[in-house]
């Protein structure tokens, strides 16, 4: 699949939207909770056990949008978020607001986090119902799970919550937050992500969103995933797993030969001091000594490139139902859980929040989550309509699509006009097709920067009471 460049002009130019295009293009795939669990301030008495709801200016329902418009603005900041308010009350009630944002940010502060995970959970209920089975694969969900970091700004509560990496020294690193993320295979919405320090392990949060597993899913992981408990607790719960096999773990105790790349292997608990921290001595005690487990050795042989060898652990015993090349292709795809996080992380800019306390971080990351399904779930609905791959659409021109069609779509009124012009919107986000690459084809594209930055700012290698400025700082790249 084509790499997806620098997204960073599109994405600025999709900032510029005014929040009623929002309202239109979005306002029928997100549909809030008819009882918001929102705090709100009474007015006047009580009437038969109900109060009379003073109306806010920014009510819950525009202080959603105005944090869903500041994702996707430019800055990411308030103050635009607000500037954007003061347009938008001006043209649907012909109110003029103050430019101060401390009536924004203090309705930002009231909006419940339950509330934002409701609206995510509709909007991935939404788009996983449509999942017709033919776009599943062997009749299976497939459920890819990957780790990542994000960072914030350095305030006391937010590290005190994320502290900074141990290796950076105190007073010149920010806080970083672990977060581990489930994704749908099919459609790349993410499912659920659970966020930590960097001292709590990703299986450790992964744990957390195994209630999002049901019957006959199939977990697709690294190998840091890869565990005898995991494996066994998650084939009791009739969820089947397709990893790398551990470094850690030996191929010993063969049990079967289908062939010399395809064998059934016993796999054995280990002694107690194996117990992940995660269990109690109980429930380690409660599992079985051994389990059947099936390897799958795999030749990665890219033109150009070393060749590769690969051995998959899978809970799926069966050779015919679920052939080695399947298998080999299905961990191949573990590749796009990547893909995902660089959308949301690197293109829509989530990889440093703003907020400056940990409540409002947890909010700011929903709401990212929920701007990325929303981008998502137009490209995969453009390739459910025309029957194609939604692999083949470009990510970026899916914005490019957007980016154009949605000034147009919030100056029309009817109905049924609105309608048509979504349904253009799909066929041409449909019709931006990925070009298919030639496998004999030999791509070396390094990681490296050839623009040279123009500022030459000193690096903070000390707490900023102990730095010293050097003089002339153009001619110095650190602190010496």
Known sequence: MKMIGNLSSFWNRFAGSALSELVELFGNKIHLPEVPPLRQVPKGKKVRDKYEWRDRIFNQWRTFWLSLAQVFSLGQTCNEALKKAQVWLWCEAKKIISSNTSAYCQSRNRLNPVYLDEIHQRLVEQTERRIPSKSLW???????????????????ENQKLYPQPSSQKKGCGFPVMRIVAMFSLVTGIMLACRKGSLHIHERTLWHQMWDCYQKDDVVLADCGFCSFADYYLLKEKEVDCVMRLHQRRKEKNIVKKFNSNDYLVRWEKGTRSQKPNWMSEEQWEQLPKTMIVRHVKVVVDIPGFRTKKLTLATTLLDPKAYPPHALADLYRRRWMAELFLRDIKTTMRMKVLRSKT??????????????????????????????IDPYRISFKGAIASIIQWTSLLANITDINEKRQCIDALMQVIAADLLPIRKKTRIRIEP????????????LLTKPRHEFTEIPHRHKYKKNA
């Open 447 to 458: 990681r490296a920067i050839k623009r040279r930055p123009n500022a030459s700012f000193q």
């Open 358 to 387: 940990p409540e409002m971080i947890q909010k700011e990351l929903t709401t990212f989550i929920i701007a990325y399904n929303l981008i998502r779930s137009f490209i995969w609905e453009s390739a459910l309509n025309k029957g």
């Open 138 to 156: 062997y009749g299976r969900h497939v459920k890819v799970v990957d780790g990542s970091s994000v960072s914030m700004p350095d305030t006391e």
